[in-house]
């Protein structure tokens, strides 16, 4: 199973992206309006300039994690990458896991999405935030390490009424 962190965690980049864009044409549009030749120029360039790096601070960066980061559960271990560049990532034995876990809040539940929570023996747990069906994924887990079928997926018609 492979699994990337769910999207709702691009929602805070992509609403700064939104109001940094109104805010950026607000002000080269009054640049437009209201700057003499050389100055308008100087000031768009400037106005251009600052949009950009909060763009590429405040939503690529968090983009290119989001796109990079996974967890990865085999039928031997739980891996975890990270990284475009310089790649960083750990492995969890199966025999190795003392329990698994997962939390969902109101939000979460909305969103089916969840923090799953993995306890190796002699170290302290791990928390992979944002999984995509926690709940399944939990199941799955669980079933690789303890041998348990995984509990059947509810497949749900917009979350509302289920299907069959």
């Not at 768009?44 to 996974?70: D, G, I």
């Not at 923090?115 to 709940?135: R, Y």
Request: with cysteine; charged share 20%.
């Amino acid at each position: 199973m492979y699994r990337h962190p769910h999207w709702k965690m691009l929602i805070g980049p992509i609403i700064v992206v939104i109001f940094a864009t109104g805010i950026a044409g607000v002000l080269i549009g009054a640049l437009e309006a209201n700057a003499p030749g050389g100055a308008r120029e100087v000031g768009m360039l400037a106005v251009v300039c600052v949009w950009a790096l909060v763009v590429s601070r405040r939503f690529v960066r968090p983009y290119v994690s989001w796109w990079r980061t996974a967890l990865v559960i085999t039928t031997h271990r739980i891996a975890i990458r990270e990284g475009l560049f310089k790649r960083r990532g750990f492995d969890i034995p199966l025999q190795r896991v003392a329990g698994v876990r997962y939390k969902r809040g109101m939000l979460d539940r909305i969103a089916h999405t969840g923090t799953l929570c993995i306890a190796p023996i002699g170290e302290p747990p791990f928390e992979f935030a944002h999984v995509p069906e926690a709940k399944l994924t939990h199941a799955v887990l669980y079933h690789q390490i303890f041998g348990n079928t995984p509990a059947p997926r509810q497949r749900k018609f917009f979350g509302l009424v289920k299907a069959r």
